[in-house]
């Protein structure tokens, strides 16, 4: 049963006005179920509405994007089937980020590799009860570090105090979710804001221009968002991301538009060159390798 007052994704998303170029990457976006073929997590803190593979591929060609990274998300727990499946159908134009636990073995790591997985996830946000103790963070990343993989974090502004040091530590490439979670209202000159740049000034961290639907106070087309995003691209111009993080899970008031989100990248990234670092050529150096 879908849990109460949960927003389902947008019916029918506009045709984007930007045209994105050729090879373009949604890096951040999920497969939900459907249920009755992969079971939702009865530790996850919501249960979505299904969004299937088929879904998100139309999803993808209705808005011009070639290709993509499905993120394991909280709702399937440590249960990947549902992101390996869509993998396997849709072959070497889309990536996954799995969620492991420390019991994983060298064989399912190398099977999981086959089929288009590049990392893991830990999520730091509270409110998912998804996070896992150190400990077994800290095996997961020994099992990984002779694979060409990179670690995805999701966190919000107070959890970085907690777990800086310990981001500090890791080998691996750190790819961070959704800009940090930065508020609009906090902005680019705010202690929130410096405290994510001074993690980014490391070369292993990368970020993701993601998200400003679940950060936005004024709402789409999330004008107020714009100067972080843009900051971020501007300060590592060869690490960062974008993505639209389809189906929007937990949304709190309305489902976001994907044709808006996509042309959002106009605005954020005005410069050709720029945006292809940002949609072809970052994704690329991480994610095909």
């Known amino acids: 049963m879908v849990s109460p007052g949960y927003i389902p994704f947008h019916p029918h998303p506009s045709k984007p006005e930007f045209m994105l170029p050729q090879g373009a990457c949604d890096s951040h976006c999920h497969v939900f179920g459907p249920e009755d073929t992969f079971l939702y997590a009865s530790t996850s803190s919501y249960v979505p509405v299904d969004a299937p593979k088929e879904l998100l591929f139309s999803r993808h060609r ?14 399937h ?7 390996i499946d869509a993998l396997k159908t849709a072959g070497d134009a889309y990536r996954g ?25 830990f999520n730091f946000v509270k409110r998912l009860k998804a996070r896992q103790p150190i400990e ?17 974090v999701y966190f919000e502004p107070l959890d970085l105090p907690e777990i800086k040091s310990f981001l500090e530590q890791v080998q691996v490439p750190v790819v961070i979710d959704h800009m940090g979670c930065i508020p609009a209202g906090k902005g680019v000159s705010s202690k929130e804001f410096e405290e994510l740049a001074n993690l ?4 292993r961290f990368w970020i993701k221009v993601s ?3 679940r950060l936005s106070t004024q709402g789409s ?7 972080i995003a843009s900051e971020l691209i501007n300060m590592i111009p060869k690490r960062v991301l974008w993505g639209t993080d389809w189906p929007h899970p937990n949304m709190k008031k309305e489902a976001p538009d994907d044709g808006i ?9 005005p410069d050709e060159q720029q945006q292809k670092s940002l949609l072809i050529e970052n994704p690329t150096r991480l994610y095909w390798n």
């Open 62 to 75: 209705h808005l011009g994007i070639d290709r993509a990274v499905i993120v394991q998300a909280s709702c």
């Open 77 to 83: 727990g440590i249960d990947n089937r549902a992101m």
């Open 97 to 121: 980020i799995a969620v492991v636990n420390s019991e994983i073995t060298e064989t399912e790591l190398r099977e999981m590799h086959e089929v288009g997985i590049r990392g893991v996830r």
């Open 136 to 152: 077994v963070q800290m095996k997961i990343l020994e099992k990984i570090k002779d694979f060409p993989w990179h670690l995805v």
């Open 200 to 203: 980014l000034r490391d070369d």
């Open 211 to 213: 998200c400003p639907e």
């Open 221 to 227: 087309p999330y004008l107020d968002m714009d100067e």
């Open 261 to 269: 989100l996509v042309n959002r990248i106009a605005r954020i990234c």
